[in-house]
Nanobody, 119 residues
Framework: QVQVVESGGGLVQAGGSLRLSCAAS????????MAWYRQAPGKQRELVAI???????NYLDSVKGRFTISRDNAKNTVYLQMNNLKPEDTGAYYC?????????????WGQGTQVTVSA
């Protein structure tokens, strides 16, 4: 069974940086695409960054130039580097992985990690 474990969240002052990681285990899969979402209490979930096969990336407008999504193939891990954090970035961050497992294809979610940015 595929397991997706997130880490790297925490409390940081405005202007600081965090790196979130999303590690997939279980074997027998290949990455088709990966994305990071976030959700603040009482607000809708929003797509923050997405990376698809071929290396194409897209970002939420408000994080462009500050956030970077990347992947380490050897570690089966996806990262979200977040620089110059703002209080508006506060929320629960979730990774979403589009994986091919044998002949099947499906999406898998991390458990979430909290990012809190203080002013």
């Amino acid at each position: 069974q595929v397991q997706v474990v997130e880490s790297g969240g925490g409390l940081v002052q405005a202007g600081g940086s965090l790196r979130l990681s999303c590690a997939a285990s279980g074997g027998g899969f290949v990455f088709n695409g990966m994305a990071w979402y976030r959700q603040a209490p009482g607000k809708q979930r929003e797509l923050v960054a997405i990376l698809v096969h071929g290396g194409m990336v897209n970002y939420l407008d408000s994080v462009k130039g500050r956030f970077t999504i990347s992947r380490d193939n050897a570690k089966n891990t996806v990262y979200l580097q977040m620089n110059n954090l703002k209080p508006e970035d506060t929320g629960a961050y979730y990774c979403n992985l589009d994986l091919s497992i044998g002949a099947r294809r499906g999406e898998f979610w991390g458990q979430g990690t909290q990012v809190t940015v203080s002013a």
